[in-house]
């Protein structure tokens, strides 16, 4: 997947977790949490599925890396170039 | 319909789950909706572990719906579904009345200010630096500080205060001014959010849509299904051993307390000798005793308010709540509204209490002292219903020992365990492949929205490890 591509899918995954968070304003380089009211158990969801969707797994010490749309980004790109 | 054997279960499943509490239901519905099979047992005849329910003479009694914090409606939809989340309403009139004040709060963070400052005459800036503080808190943060720090550091002095904030969560977590300071932020941080909330339909209409979920998502479930073993063989997960039967699992989310699964289930010899050492600092916390009062068919009674917080102890004494003639107790009030259809009012009283002080007894003592203790409550209660005594037509009590006999757990710990005991109960598959524990741990993890939500961190470590 590429940069596009991986964006889509976390503001999807976002959206499945919570159908009302409005991510038509979001800034990329802002924290999610601080945005859309995003809780622990949030990012919790988002390892879960993405593990789910990509047999990818994301350790517990990587988690501060999904914090921004950005560095969620940064982060997948290489581990998600071949899905 | 569940099964009520281990008979129809299949040789093999991805996934055994070894009790229905919250916690064991969570991880069961979030693996199968994962896409593991998963099979889900229950030793008891009915789902739920202490989120449960008893009828008696057309009464139906809850046992642990006195209260939950508003983080449960998120979490529901999320981990459940929507028409869960929509059944859960706000209880607006908590009571507190003791010696030292008396009062009536939505129990929120607006309205504690407000008591906080015009009652209690704690300035507005001291108030804000409170909250701040323990909304701030986090279970990674520094833990050395212990809440009677934390109380005296804002309040110093004041034990009215002390106890307005103290003794609604020394009932609902059994923890005191002893433990870690944050295990209290946390937990107060979520009541404080909005209020205090309950399940429109009672505990029996919210398992029932659970089993329902549970069973659209393919879970198979056996009651009537006691787990003797977990077996383990080379430092890695088999299965289990029910009724003489050996079912095959890759992973076992063990819903049973922390010790049993430990001790009980999967024996000591099964663990290496650093995480035998991490598990002695572990204590489970205290039980609980109480009084169900069914009010007859036809008879109504005033409403008084959801939760009363009543003592008649001079101050918040966390060692007084726990002796069996203690002065404190909560009243719960179940109001038609709570059970809409169901015409009914019942009261349930409930007190902290100690295994030890009702399991050293005698079963003539035992039953006497139950009947004390049904009479001192409903002298109590008579303070706030005069005539109550001729309205009920079924009173009974449970003490730790109907808790332990309902859910085998350790000294009939009604809130798992101590602040320790949830790193053994993260770690331990890190000890034994495949091995997970759920279930109330470390104060935070407990009470029904710490349940769900530790059910859900579970099930996603067991879910790693299945993809692994
Ligand atoms: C009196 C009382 C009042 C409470 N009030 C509230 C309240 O108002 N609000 C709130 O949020 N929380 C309350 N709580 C706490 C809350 O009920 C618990 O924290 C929560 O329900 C515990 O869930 P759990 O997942 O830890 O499992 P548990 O409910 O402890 O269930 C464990 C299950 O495992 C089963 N089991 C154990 N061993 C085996 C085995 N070997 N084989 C098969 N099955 C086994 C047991 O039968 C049981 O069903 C209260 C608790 C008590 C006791």
Redesign the interface.
């Known amino acids: 997947m590429n940069k596009e591509e991986i964006r889509d899918v976390i503001l999807e995954i976002i959206q499945d977790?919570d159908e009302d968070a409005d991510i038509s304003d979001l800034q990329s380089d802002l924290p999610l949490r601080d945005q859309l009211d995003l809780d622990s158990?949030d990012f919790?969801?988002i390892?879960?599925e993405l593990?789910?969707r990509y047999?990818l797994?994301i350790p517990e010490a990587d988690y501060p890396e999904l914090a921004s749309l950005d560095s969620c980004v940064a982060y997948l790109e290489p581990r998600l170039k071949d899905s | 319909m569940p099964y009520n054997s281990i008979e129809k279960a299949a040789a093999a499943y991805d996934v055994v789950v070894i009790g229905s509490g919250l916690g064991g239901l969570t991880s069961a519905n979030r693996l199968a909706r994962a896409g593991h099979r998963v099979l889900l047992l229950e030793h008891h005849h009915r789902l739920g572990g202490l989120a449960t329910w008893f009828k008696r003479q057309g009464h139906i009694f809850d046992v642990s719906l006195h209260g939950f914090p508003y983080g449960m409606r998120k979490t529901c939809r999320k981990y459940w579904n929507r028409a869960i989340m929509d059944s859960i309403i706000q209880l607006k009139n908590i009571v507190f009345d003791n010696p030292q004040f008396h009062l009536t709060t939505t129990f929120d963070k607006n309205d504690f200010s407000e008591i906080l400052e015009t009652r209690f005459q704690v300035p507005r800036s001291r108030i804000l630096d409170f909250f701040n503080t323990v909304d701030g808190m986090n279970f990674y943060d520094d833990r050395s500080m212990t809440t009677r720090e934390l109380f005296e550091t804002f309040f110093p002095g004041r034990s009215d205060v002390h106890r307005l904030l103290m003794e609604p969560i020394t009932y609902a977590n059994g923890s005191n001014l002893d433990d870690p300071a944050i295990t209290y932020g946390i937990v107060f941080s979520n009541f404080m959010n909005k209020g205090v909330f309950t399940f429109s339909g009672g505990t029996d209409r919210l398992i029932g849509m659970m089993t329902e979920e549970l069973e659209n998502n393919g879970v198979t479930i056996c009651t009537r299904s006691l787990v003797k073993r977990i077996v383990i063989d080379n430092g890695k997960v088999r299965g289990v051993e029910v009724d003489g039967r050996f079912i095959a699992a890759k992973t076992v989310v063990s819903n049973a307390g922390i010790l049993n699964t430990v001790e009980d289930l999967a024996g000591i010899d099964a663990f290496s000798e650093e995480f035998r050492e991490s598990l002695k600092p572990v204590v489970v916390n205290n039980s609980s005793c109480q009084v169900y009062m069914g009010v007859k068919e036809g008879e109504t009674i005033e409403d008084i308010g959801d939760l009363l917080f009543t003592s008649s102890s001079p101050q918040f004494d966390a060692e007084e709540m726990l002796d069996r003639n203690t002065k404190s107790r909560t009243f719960s009030l179940y109001y038609p509204k709570t059970r809409p259809g169901h015409d009914r009012y019942t009261i349930v009283a409930s007190m902290n209490a100690r295994y030890e002080d009702w399991a050293s007894l005698s079963s003539e003592e035992y039953s006497r002292e139950k009947q004390l203790m049904i009479e001192r409550c409903l002298i109590h209660l008579e303070q706030y219903l005069p005539g109550i005594r001729d309205k009920c037509d079924w009173l009974e009590a449970a003490t730790p020992k109907t808790f332990q006999r309902y859910t085998l757990h350790t000294r009939g710990t009604s809130f798992g365990t101590k602040f320790e005991g949830l790193e053994v109960s993260r770690n331990i598959f890190k000890d034994v492949k495949g091995l997970f524990h759920v279930g109330s741990v470390g104060i935070i993890m407990s009470g029904w929205l710490g349940a769900i939500n530790y059910g859900v961190i579970v099930a996603n470590d067991a879910d790693a490890y299945l993809r692994s």
């Open positions: 977790i158990m919790l969801d390892v879960m593990r789910k047999k797994q």
